[in-house]
């Protein structure tokens, strides 16, 4: 981070003199003071009687320049339930004197975002409306941006949070181009964490003293005791699985690795929330009624092995399970040493996770060097899989692509290696990409690089920068043909045998969805579960076409999306069919030869659907019986009601 003594120059550029090194003080009352020492007048309400307060979380927009939302998402905006939580505790507080206070929250990768409408609907003499764009990624940025412009359209007051704000602004001399783009846009930036802040912005909102930045960076509050998200039905409904919810336990990673921002943002030090708290929250949110209910979790951590207390959560999860029959279970995400922490794994098998989220990034030495990850040790990766999976967890691990030592034959080899000898459950593959707020990007600005100048393509799915060794081209190409390797599948086949009756569906349904966002050509962390377009939401850079001609493209995507969904559905119940063995224990399989691709035999009526297709391709109709093929239509379809059924209630 640039010093405060530097900052200051930053700050006077925008128009501030700021007698600290935070920019703005706004005014709290005591309870809410967390590391400030923010004046304790409690600016009342001007001549608001009504405040209403919607956030949103801003999708991107795909390379057409329509905004990606889905029917329904995989993974709740953690950002989301935290900002919520943050805003109810405010409410309640009193803080806001009498005003009435309306909340609102869109999730617009599953809903759609209509400006104009929050203005009829809220736009009255007497109501404030506070905008919060919330968890601003840099691939969110240019549609967080035309979202805030037609917001204050309406005359609204909008702030943007979150990653980029905070981490372009940490690490650059002097305010980004695109964040100064926003404040002489009349909006505010807000850079770093709310916790304990934010009933003083909203209070300054009603008092009609919105500050255009509020930089909370040099002063990361204490988590210990601060509101829990908390996972609401609205949230659960946008998501495919039922049941689901998310935790940030902890924020802030040791660690230094040069592509990642985090450490930019949330700091080097680990700060923790309060065990008894997360497993009272675990707790409570098991016993709701019903739909709202949760029982499956995402720690968000980026790193759970170095929260200080993930022992105390972990025997907090045992008791619940063992003592009180709360089971619930967990994904989190770790680094490659935390097999050496002692009791780590067992413990974590035991309090219910059943997926790690491994930050592998490289096999090779010389990549881990240049990305400043010299704490993973390749040498070690195959030890560390098999503990995890002897502990009956299931390995996902993380890999970049685009290092500067990677060639196409050194990635087609690793991505064969993670397959085949290391034998990992799950890939994720990510193209490197100088995110702002990183060091990677600060190194690549100070060294003139020529980068890509639009921040919608920094989502790790599209090459960004220049690569020593690959074309662009050529990088793309070896980043897609990465997942067709590893989800190849004979090796999804072998993936799942090795599966116990816990993790089986799990995995199948985690194939599901990565294979969705294959055939959608998206990454799964962007992805959800059928694409919807809105017409005249687009990037401002296109063209809104025409009615009709878009109606007819949309009719083919449709089809498309559908036929794909259909082939998907058939690929997995033939899937299941090899590979659902009636497993008596859960001890995971080991599998047979791993180290042969070993072909698959399909089953007949696969065989035969393989052959009927290939007639009707070359045109030879007379070839195809038409009792056989009702007869295996009828067959099939079966086939495909038992595998979805036994989806639906994860039966074998
Ligand atoms: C969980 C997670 C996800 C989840 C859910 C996203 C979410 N926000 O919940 C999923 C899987 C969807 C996801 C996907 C991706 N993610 Co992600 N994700 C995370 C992770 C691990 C945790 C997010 C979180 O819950 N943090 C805790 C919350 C509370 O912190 P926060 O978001 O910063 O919010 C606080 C403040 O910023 C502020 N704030 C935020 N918004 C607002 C708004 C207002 C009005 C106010 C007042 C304050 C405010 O207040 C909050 C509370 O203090 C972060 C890393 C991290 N440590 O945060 C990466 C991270 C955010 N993801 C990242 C990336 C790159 C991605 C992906 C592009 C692909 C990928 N590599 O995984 C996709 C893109 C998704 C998309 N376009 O929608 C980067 C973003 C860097 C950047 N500058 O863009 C991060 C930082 C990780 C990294 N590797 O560096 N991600
Ligand atoms: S270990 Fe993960 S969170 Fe920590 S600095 Fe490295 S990439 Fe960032």
Redesign the pocket.
Known sequence: MWPASEKKNLWHSIGFSPDEDRVVRPHVPPRDRQGCEWDTEVRMPGPYRRLVIVLVRP??YDDEGYVVRHWRGT?P????S??TS?TEDVMASGDLGGLEVRLERIDE?VAHVDPRALGRRYRREGTKVVI?????????FPRAQDLARQFKAEGFEV??????V??AIAMSPSVPPECQAMLDAGVTL?L????GR?SG?LQDAVADRLQPLYDFLGSPPDLTDMPLPRPSLSTMKGAVPAHVG?I?AG?GCPFACSF???IN??GRTVRARSAARIIGQVRENYRLEGQHSVRHY?F?D?NFARNPEWEAVFDGLIRLREDEGVVVDFMM?VDTQATRIAGFVDKAARAGCVQVFVGMESLREDNLKAGGKPQNRAADYREMIARWQEAGVVCHVGYIIGFPYDTRERVMEDVHALAETLRVDQASF?MLTP???SRDHQAAVQAGTVLDADYNN???FHATSPHPRMSRDEWTRTFHDAWTEFYSFEHMRRILLAQNRETYWSVVKNLIWYRAAMMEGA?P??TGFFRLKDRTSRRSTFPIERRWPFFRRRVREVARTVRGYLAIVVEMQELWLLTRVRRDDSRRQTRPNPCSPDRVEHDPLTAYWRRTRRAVARLELWRLNPAALAWNFIRGTRQVLAFLVALHGERY
């Open positions: 999708s991107k993974i905006s953690n950002t989301l935290c900002l943050l990768t919060g764009l919330v968890g601003v990624q840099t691939n969110q702030i943007i949070g979150g990653f980029h905070s981490g807000v770093g964490e709310v916790e934010w912005i998310s940030d924020r990642c921002s985090i943002v949330q995402f968000t980026d995400q990510f995110i702002p707020g920094y989502d790790s990454h962390m962007l």
